[in-house]
T-cell receptor, first 111, second 112 residues
């Protein structure tokens, strides 16, 4: 079955430092891995995604890496800013592109 | 606003009542998904439509839940005989034939 796990559950970083969130997934057939950012009371917002045919993708200060063999992928945020504070969800695709989500990571950027 | 919209944004109801939520996807998106999110958890998949066809339902979707997308555009999610355990944020997402799913703002349901 589908199982996506995220860790750590809470991450505090000093402004300007980097943050790394790791996720593992269970189904080797998963081929699409998005990351969503959710601020309090708002909708999940897609920030970056990666497909199984690449190992790394970068978009300005955020990057995602994928290790298919180990079935894990990570979100990297560099030069963190206070507006990066939010809950971040990883997800993995199953079946008809439905997504199984992790429980989320609370990232707190300390000014 | 050309994003996914949902209505209502908040719904408070008494246990045993029926409620219906609406989702309007991004206009050119043929795929529509419903998810449920509770506090401290990620969204959980409920059901999926491609155009007007409901292609998949989660086992989370009990017989009290029904969803429709009659013309392949907007969708409705109805919960009959609501229970306190139904209290959650109900999120709708849409996508084109690619994978990227874009979420609406959600409908927060409170069952008293």
């Amino acid at each position: 079955g589908e199982n996506v796990e995220q860790h750590p559950s809470t991450l505090s970083v000093q402004e300007g430092d980097s943050a790394v969130i790791k996720c593992t997934y269970s189904d080797s057939a998963s081929n699409y891995f998005p990351w969503y950012k959710q601020e309090l009371g708002k909708r999940p917002q897609l920030i970056i995604d990666i497909r199984s045919n690449v190992g790394e993708k970068k978009d300005q200060r955020i990057a995602v890496t994928l290790n298919k063999t180990a079935k894990h992928f990570s979100l990297h945020i560099t030069e963190t800013q206070p507006e990066d504070s939010a809950v971040y969800f990883c997800a993995a695709s199953y079946g008809n592109n439905r997504l199984a989500f992790g429980k989320g990571n609370q990232v707190v950027v300390i000014p | 606003d050309t994003g996914v919209s949902q209505d209502p944004r908040h719904k408070i109801t008494k246990r045993g009542q029926n409620v219906t939520f609406r989702c309007d996807p991004i206009s050119e998106h043929n795929r529509l998904y419903w998810y449920r999110q509770t506090l401290g958890q990620g969204p959980e998949f409920l059901t999926y439509f491609q155009n007007e066809a409901q292609l998949e339902k989660s086992r989370l979707l009990s017989d009290r839940f029904s969803a429709e997308r009659p013309k392949g555009s907007f969708s409705t999610l109805e919960i009959q005989r609501t229970e306190q355990g139904d209290s959650a944020m109900y999120l709708c997402a849409s996508s084109s034939d690619g994978n990227e799913q874009f979420f609406g703002p959600g409908t927060r349901l409170t069952v008293l």
